[in-house]
Structure formats: structure tokens, C-alpha cells
């Protein structure tokens, strides 16, 4: 506004009053002019930075770096995504996809028993505290976490000290010596990498708290076995959030490349082979190339969730 307009405003401040009042009536009038107008900074974050980014990453992909003088040459062309096709390449992905959907169901065979203990089976005190329980560790730091469970997967571990004294070294041994899932020791395993993903991304899902109560006492009272009652009531109700739950455990197990970095063996997964292409190699075409294929992983696996009324559980 100009000094004179302002000037006028102070004068006459029935003036701006009336300017406020048409505001307010045009929002009451057209109401979807006020959530229009607060969707429109996150709806700018997501367009430009996210979908942004992910444009410029897909645009990298096409392009390819030159061998002698490692710089990127602006060519389009299907090089990288050729090279995703070589076994060394397929191996790493069908690896992080069965890696993503063992932690997703172990989180699942987990996660379930004890939710549906908290929701049912517990009350004020005892439900407050199984809570926090199941809260607190994500209140410390994922690294603190992470390399807490290296030192308690170790050779000379709390773990292996516990496995000496029941005298169970035996059991240890034959695991750690069994192939694809053994090491050196736990924390130099397949096995061990599988536990970490299992602790860190185990969703604890609520859904359960939404099943109406009246439907397992009308299962009951028409007969039907607690057992029946859990696979025909109780597991169909509670599957949109299951659904929903996997896809926190899939998506951050698929693209994670700390925990493969310091718990296990030399296996690659995913989010290494990226994180070494453009931050070792220098190789961004491949690397934008390679981070697509999760890009493609989980947009079919939320295609499957949602067939499973996974987003009306969130």
C-alpha cells in the first residue's frame, strides 16, 4: 500500500475494517477458497522439491558418464537401464526385494500378537506402559541403535557371552556355518542384518483398537472356535492395517543402506550400490538409474496394499 492509502486506513479505519470483512465473507461464501489457499505451500514443497527432484533424478538416468574422463556426457540413451539388467545388477535387487519382504513378514508375525495383546488384553497403567515401551527406542538416535546392536552382535558380545553360558555355542556355530544366512559371527551375517531391519522398522499398528468388540462377542455366541473367530473376524478386519504397517517396514528396509553398511558381510543391497555409485565411482547417470528400480519396487507394492484398503488405514 502507498503512504496514502495507509495514511487514508488510519483515518478512516472503519475503511480496513470493511476490506477484512469482504475477505472474511468471500472465504465463508467460497468454502473451499480457505483450505485451497492453506494446501498451497505444502502442495509448492511437494511440487517443486519433491516431484522436482524427482524429475531432475529420472532426467539424470538418460544421460551416461564417460570412462576416460569421468565426466557426465549429456546424451540420452537406455545405457544404464540395459545395465540394470546384468546378473551382478539383478542380484542385488531380487536380493533387497527378498530381504524387504522377509523383514516385512517377520515384522508382521511380531508386531501382530503384541498389538493385539495391547488392544485387548490391557488396560490404563499396563497399556501406558507397554506404550512406552514400544516407543522409547525410537527416542534414541537410529546410529546409537544401530551400532548398539553391533556390539551385541559381536563375536565377543553380550550375545555370544549369553550363548556360552546356557552352553548353546554348538547352536551358535551351526547357524553362523549354514550358507546364505551365515558369517563370521552374527554381526558379520546376512542373519544379523535381517534382525537389525526386523528391530528397527517393526511397525506397532493400531488397527486392531478399531475392531468393534460386539463382532468377536457375536462370533462367539454363534459358536465359533477363538480360532475361527481370529481367521474369519478378527485377521480380514485388521488386514488394512497390516497392509498399511508393511509398507513402513518394505519401503525403509528396500532403501536403506546403513544398516547392510555396518552389520553384515560384504553383500550388496540397493541403497549401497547407489550410495557407491555417486559417492565412490562418481557415477550419477547409473546411480539416478539404479534408484529407480525402488522407485518402481514400491510403487507396485503400494499398488498391492491399496487392493488391500491399506490407505484407509492411515
Do not use: C
Request: aromatic fraction near 12%.
Amino acid at each position: 500500500m502507498s503512504g496514502a492509502e495507509l495514511s487514508s486506513l488510519r483515518h478512516h479505519p472503519q475503511l480496513g475494517a470493511g476490506v477484512g470483512d469482504r475477505i472474511s465473507s468471500l472465504l465463508l461464501r467460497r468454502e473451499y477458497y480457505l483450505p485451497l489457499l492453506l494446501l498451497v505451500p505444502p502442495l509448492l514443497w511437494f511440487g517443486v522439491i519433491y516431484l522436482g527432484s524427482l524429475f531432475t533424478l529420472l532426467a539424470q538416468s538418460f544421460f551416461r558418464l564417460d570412462d576416460f574422463s569421468g565426466t557426465i556426457v549429456y546424451e540420452v540413451g537406455l545405457q544404464n537401464f540395459i545395465a540394470l539388467l546384468e546378473p551382478a545388477n539383478l542380484d542385488v535387487i531380487k536380493r533387497s526385494v527378498v530381504m524387504a519382504s522377509l523383514v516385512t513378514v517377520a515384522s508382521v508375525v511380531i508386531g501382530f500378537p503384541l498389538a493385539y495383546m495391547m488392544a485387548r488384553h490391557t488396560r490404563g497403567t499396563t497399556k501406558a506402559l507397554l506404550y512406552i515401551a514400544v516407543m522409547l527406542p525410537l527416542w534414541s538416535s537410529y546410529l546409537v541403535r544401530l551400532y548398539a546392536w553391533k556390539l551385541l552382535l559381536a563375536k565377543e558380545g553380550a550375545i555370544a557371552w549369553l550363548v556360552a553360558q546356557l552352553h548353546l555355542q554348538w547352536l551358535l556355530e551351526a547357524i553362523l556355518s549354514m550358507p546364505v544366512i551365515g558369517g563370521n559371527s552374527m554381526s558379520f551375517s546376512p542373519l544379523g542384518t535381517f534382525l537389525v531391519f526386523v528391530y528397527m522398522w517393526l511397525p506397532i499398528q493400531a488397527s486392531i483398537e478399531r475392531i468393534p468388540p460386539s463382532l468377536i462377542e457375536a462370533s462367539a455366541d454363534l459358536g465359533a472356535h477363538p480360532r475361527r473367530t481370529f481367521w474369519s473376524v478378527i485377521f480380514p478386519l485388521a488386514m488394512p492395517g497390516i497392509a498399511a504397517g508393511s509398507i513402513f517396514s518394505f519401503s525403509l528396509t528396500l532403501g536403506d543402506y546403513i544398516i547392510p553398511q555396518v552389520i553384515g558381510n560384504s553383500t550388496l543391497f540397493i541403497g549401497q550400490v547407489v550410495y557407491r555409485q555417486q559417492g565412490i565411482a562418481g557415477n550419477l547417470p547409473f546411480a539416478a538409474a539404479f534408484s529407480v528400480a525402488p522407485i518402481i519396487i514400491i510403487a507396485i507394492y503400494l499398488w498391492l496394499a491399496k487392493k488391500k484398503g491399506a490407505f484407509d488405514a492411515l
